[in-house]
């Protein structure tokens, strides 16, 4: 390794590094930088990429996955289901990766942050997909180091979900009806600005720990995109606007036509009903922005689609057979830490079924069993597993009962994250013992019936306490 204080390299770490921007990204940055590429899956370290394997929904990993960083560039965006069974929604999921990211850059002594988000309404309907993007930044700023938060418009450029939606759309589609939606304002950037920008933010110390949008200036509508789009293809489209504002239909056609799915379409829609800021970009953007029209992108993006001979490999290793994760949002308990919610979870339960369900522990053991009053043998086997001084999370493993067909995989955690700003209970890795439709059809139902339940005895707990 140089040693010279003044070539010293920076190591970089990218989660999201096998995605759209992250794989744009690594190839500018390896003769400058020591990049580190976090995934899920394997990969082999080549090009002057390190990779290192990292779940980020596991909090271990990531620590690991994060030693010895001096920049960490975060690209995540959760918006597919992660296991055969996902109980919850990605925004949730979202908070529980930032945090844990957050944490894990505070524990290695990562000096600075780079989340690329998304663009904010600055008034008027917000989506759940942009209001995810601001609750991450907030999750990454409350990790007490600097943090630049890039609020992109869509990205363009060959390979990426929104560009290929819309091009897919317009050369499947003859004729399109055109809701109310896609007549709201919005930006777009293309993907090598994005990529130029993020190199930047890492070597421009003016750009540490600000929040910048990332655009180029020109206001633009979807309808406008898709009348572009079909000109450039050479594709003669009959476009009739109407006064409809709902999405159902929408995102229906949309997955029908475009090929993606339902998770990646939803909230992609939903946000296309929002009015962006129609800003020109700050002076340190706008001398980094090379393209900026719409028509410059698609002509490039194009361009690069016919010389592409196939896509990108998918990295994203398959899930494990038959695996489950929830994740619940619960309301936030300021006033206490996570040991205290989880305590009073063990309590609650055995009053919410009626003393049908048991509860134990012993003061000698970690381990705390829940079974049927009237069967020996417990349903579920818990192992409380120290957190240290960490008190905002409290977790316990999967380690026996006739419920769980494993003891070694499965956790079931609680946690608050942001300054106890929001509270999440989660279960992750855990196999059913029941076959799967029994499983679908008894406990999974049954565990958010009681999910929800605890919601609410937590939010009549808080308003207790705020009374008081």
Avoid at 251 to 262: C, D, E, I, P
Avoid at 264 to 289: F, G, K, T, Y
Wanted: with cysteine; aromatic share 8%; proline share 6%.
């Amino acid at each position: 390794m140089d040693t010279n204080p003044s070539t010293e390299k920076l190591t970089v770490a990218i989660a999201g590094a096998s995605g759209f921007v992250g794989s744009q990204l690594i190839p500018t940055l390896t003769a400058e930088h020591r990049v580190v590429g976090l995934a899920r899956g394997p990969h082999r370290s080549d090009g002057g990429v390190v990779w290192r394997a990292c779940d980020l929904f596991s909090s271990t990993s990531t620590h690991a996955a994060l030693e010895g960083v001096d920049i960490a560039v975060y690209l995540v965006h959760s918006m597919m289901p992660s296991s055969r069974l996902f109980q919850g929604n990605f925004y949730d999921t979202d908070l529980l990766l930032a945090d844990n990211f957050a944490k894990a850059c505070a524990h290695a002594g990562v000096k600075h942050i780079i989340y690329l988000g998304g663009l904010a309404p600055d008034n008027g309907f917000v989506s759940k997909h942009l209001e995810s993007r601001l609750e991450v930044e907030g999750v990454l700023q409350s990790s007490g180091i600097p943090v630049t938060c890039l609020r992109a418009g869509m990205v363009v450029g060959p390979g990426g979900s929104s560009f290929e939606i819309l091009r897919a759309l317009v050369q499947r589609l003859p004729w399109m009806v055109l809701p109310k939606w896609t007549r709201s304002r919005g930006q777009a950037v293309f993907i090598d600005d994005v990529v130029t920008v993020l190199k930047a933010c890492i070597v421009d110390p003016t750009l540490r720990g600000r929040t910048l949008d990332l655009v180029n200036g020109e206001s633009l509508t979807y309808e406008s995109l898709l009348r572009q789009t079909a000109r450039a293809l050479g594709k003669k489209r009959l476009m009739v606007p109407v006064p409809i504002a709902s999405t159902g239909f929408s995102k229906r056609w949309v997955q029908l036509f475009s090929g993606a799915s339902h998770e990646l379409i939803s909230p992609l829609i939903d946000s296309l009903q929002c009015d962006l800021p129609q800003l020109d970009p700050v002076p340190e953007i706008a001398r980094l922005i090379r393209h900026h029209t719409f028509a410059s992108m698609l002509e490039e993006t194009l361009r690069r689609t016919a010389a592409r001979t196939a896509p990108p490999a998918s990295s994203r290793p398959g899930e494990p057979r038959n695996t489950v994760r929830s994740i619940q949002r619960l309301p936030s308990m300021p006033a206490q830490d996570a040991r205290f919610i989880s305590n009073e979870y063990m309590r609650w339960l055995p009053h919410f079924f009626r003393a049908v369900i048991r509860v134990t522990s012993a003061d000698d053991t970690p381990l705390i069993t829940f079974s049927l009053a009237f069967l020996d043998r417990p349903l579920l086997v818990l192992e409380l597993i120290d957190q240290g001084n960490d008190h905002a999370r409290n977790k316990f493993h999967i380690v026996g009962g006739i419920l769980s067909k494993t003891t070694t995989t499965g956790w079931l955690e609680f946690r608050q994250v942001a300054r106890r700003r929001y509270t999440l209970a989660a279960i992750h890795g855990f196999v059913p013992a029941l076959p799967w439709i029994v499983y679908i059809a008894s406990q999974a139902p049954v565990h958010a019936l009681v999910m929800k339940a605890f919601g609410r005895h937590l939010a009549r707990l808080a308003g207790s306490d705020t009374s008081a």
